[in-house]
């Protein structure tokens, strides 16, 4: 069996990722089809005995895809990244194109019937539809056609996944708004041979606004749709493009592709590790926040391992290089974002879960109810055309199509009113069903930065006066903890792996490992420097406890630095010293255990975790990689807002829900009247007016339900 990778241009929903797994795996030789809709990908195993690249992208184009063979990243990153900016371009200018000529469109066909109100021109526009109800069609018609002509893929893509068996949200809107403007056109033709009266049963507005208002939806989830390339994009710039190399004692630049193993590379303050490898010379201070969480610089010697991206904060060091290219601890990373953004499977709406059933299911109503009146009256087809098309406008899927885009919008809007910005709606539907927290501990439970918690001693003046001198992060936090007036220091020195030492006031003043303070080579004190719990950290604990949800803390941090924290903010499960490919892989055993996990974290070493999670969620504080590998983006970084997204995200599926009971409904009580069912009993007919009526109404009650949650507070 050979794999394959292809990208997938044209998709827009999880249906479409679910029709292509569907009907590439239907083929012949195929062992294996998966579809990534986040990343564009689609995934095949297939028998090259039996099966060829050629047939699989032929399978993809035949129901109104795009693939493409996958390239190198490194290549097409740019490129990627322009083709779906210049996609969202495109989408936005064909809403703003079809809202231009929905806005009138809709205007024209209210306003002669709201009688309460005298809106401007509804008395010229009444004239017109009793005197020229030809020209008043017509120009219904040249508003609506310009709407079909932009929306085309709802059709192209729709009619071919219905001719599939597979129909999804694109043919629901498909085969309605078709219903609405053929029976339309249908009475353009009624008023060409005199009976004026059909000028009252246009429906060209309903699907004018329909389709704006999907493709403003779906407009809005492209914008979303698509930061997984940023998110490894960002990850590669990390690494430095340049590494400078001892050779035949000469230092030498090298393009950093160009690294081999047992190079000896040289490092210097400010500078970024290029490769991993093992320190030979020299001592120094590496920031690997990038790696480990750990927000503390860690001392390096001979013989310790340092990594790549991870930055060189004070002095020179030599070191051999042992990993390169793909085999660093970064490109592992990058490599374990792509794997897990790959594994998850797309979560298909509850209504393209209902749509492959509910829209044959009317199409065979339509038909039987128009043949058998056709039989009944003796071969009425004006009649039974009524009965066929009445079916199909009551029940016009436009309620369904809009149940869930409306509430996702609302509620993505809503949690960005609340500083949660919510990446679309899968993430939106996935958050309700978590039961499993996982918090990372730096910058996420604590503030990320050291603090001042205890002095011992009489030394906090001496120490903030020494430390003025240092850049290190202790040394800031040190000085920020005291506000009084500083002692001049004479002979400042910096040992590196060791501390500071100084002259204050004719007194020797060394601060070593553990801000120790010495003076005159006598123990002075100690300064106790922790990074510090964030005040809202342990109410939010508390709450999502309470909300039934497990929490568990995951860090690269040491076990007792855990402990410590977690016991301040009542998390009772740990799991300490964890580095990224660990984080990740604990997430993935939490799934594995019926779990469904969402992930909160702030570092470029938390990614692989956010995009292993059912649900991403970065805190706006921590770095742009962080947010673009997750699903959900705190913009306060304030934790109270997890129990925030995840109430909104139940009260959004509770709304959904509802907005399908109310869609169905009308559809369950309105199919049998419009099939003609009381007219057989002798009752009244109902026209496709009137079923156009109560589409309308189904339409109106789902959107003003989904409104209600824009009353949701904080």
């Known amino acids: 069996m050979r794999s394959q990778i292809f990208e997938i241009r044209g998709m827009t929903c999880a249906a479409c990722a679910a029709r292509i797994e569907k009907v590439v795996s239907r083929l012949a030789g195929i062992g294996k089809a998966s579809v990534n809709l986040a990343t564009e990908k689609l995934f095949v195993e297939y028998d090259e005995a039996v099966l060829d690249q050629t047939k699989i992208k032929e399978a993809v184009t035949r129901i109104g895809y795009t693939v493409v063979e996958r390239v190198q990243r490194s290549d097409t990153a740019d490129a990627d990244r322009e083709r779906k900016q210049h996609d969202v371009r495109v989408m936005w200018t064909k809403f703003i194109v079809s809202a231009v000529f929905a806005l009138p469109l809709l205007y024209i066909a209210m306003a002669p019937m709201i009688k309460a109100v005298n809106l401007p021109f509804s008395a010229y526009l009444n004239r ?86 999907i493709m403003l939806g779906k407009t809005l989830e492209a914008v979303s749709k698509g930061r997984t390339s940023e998110a490894i994009k960002k990850l590669m710039n990390l690494t430095p493009k340049t590494a400078l190399v001892l050779k035949g004692g000469v230092e030498t630049e090298i393009p950093i592709e160009d690294v081999v193993v047992g190079d000896i590379i040289i490092v210097k303050p400010g500078g970024k590790i290029p490769v991993d490898g093992s320190v030979l010379e020299g001592n120094t201070a590496i920031d690997e926040s990038m790696l480990t969480g750990e927000s503390l610089p860690v001392d390096k010697s001979a013989g310790d391992t340092v990594y790549a991206a991870s930055l060189n904060t004070t002095g020179s060091i030599q070191f051999r290089a042992e990993k390169v290219g793909s085999d660093t601890a970064l490109a592992q990373i990058i490599k374990l974002v792509e794997d897990a953004q790959g594994s998850k499977a797309p979560i298909a709406a509850l209504a393209d879960k209902v749509s492959g059933v509910f829209v044959p299911i009317v199409c065979v109503i339509a038909l039987a109810a128009g043949i058998a009146w056709m039989i009944a009256t003796g071969g009425d087809v004006k009649f039974s055309l009524t009965i066929f098309i009445s079916v199909l406008v009551i029940a016009c899927p436009c309620a369904l199509g809009l149940a869930t885009p409306t509430a996702i919008m609302v509620g993505t809007g809503k949690g960005a009113e609340l500083g949660i910005l919510i990446k679309g709606g899968e993430a939106l539907e996935t958050a309700h069903k978590i039961n499993t927290v996982v918090l990372d501990k730096t910058g996420t439970i604590t503030e990320g930065r050291p603090r001042v918690t205890h002095v011992e001693g009489d030394v906090l003046q001496l120490a903030a006066s020494l430390e003025r001198h240092s850049e290190h992060p202790i040394a800031k936090a040190v000085c920020a903890a005291y506000e009084g007036e500083l002692l001049p220091v004479e002979n400042f020195r910096a040992i590196i792996g060791e501390g500071v030492e100084g002259i204050i006031n004719g007194r020797h003043v060394k601060i070593g490992r553990g801000v120790e303070i010495f003076v005159d080579g006598a123990r002075g004190g100690q300064i106790s420097v922790e990074d510090t719990a964030k005040p809202s950290s342990a109410e939010a604990i508390k709450t999502l406890k309470a909300m039934g949800i497990t929490v568990v803390m995951l860090t690269g941090d040491s076990l007792k630095t855990a402990q410590k924290i977690a016991k301040q903010v009542s998390i009772d499960k740990i799991y300490a010293e964890v580095y990224p490919g660990d984080k990740a892989r604990v997430v993935a055993e939490l799934q594995a255990g019926g779990n469904v996990v969402g992930f909160v974290g702030d570092g470029i070493n938390d990614a692989p975790a956010l995009a292993q999670a059912d649900v991403g969620i970065a805190i706006g504080s921590g770095t742009d990689v962080a947010m673009e590998s997750a699903d959900i983006v705190l913009m306060r970084s304030d934790l109270m807002d997890v129990p925030a997204a995840i109430t909104l995200s139940r009260r959004t599926i509770r709304n959904i829900k509802q907005n399908l009971f109310w869609a169905f409904g009308y559809n369950t009580v309105g199919i049998p009247i419009a099939a003609g069912l009381l007219h057989l009993f002798g009752g009244p007919l109902l026209s496709p007016m009137f079923a156009a009526a109560a589409m309308s109404l189904s339409s109106v009650s789902v959107l003003t339900n989904a409104l209600r949650l824009k009353k949701m507070k904080n």
């Open 128 to 213: 017109m539809m009793m005197g020229y109800p030809l020209v008043y069609a017509l120009i219904e018609l040249a508003l609506t056609i310009p709407i079909v002509c932009v929306g085309y893929r709802f059709y192209t893509v729709g009619f071919k996944a219905l001719f599939m068996r597979s129909p999804n949200m694109d043919s629901l809107i498909a085969i309605g708004t078709t219903a609405a403007v053929l029976y339309s056109i249908y009475n353009i033709y009624e008023i060409l041979i005199g009976n004026f009266a059909a000028v009252d049963a246009l429906y060209f507005e309903s699907a004018g606004v329909i389709i704006t208002l």
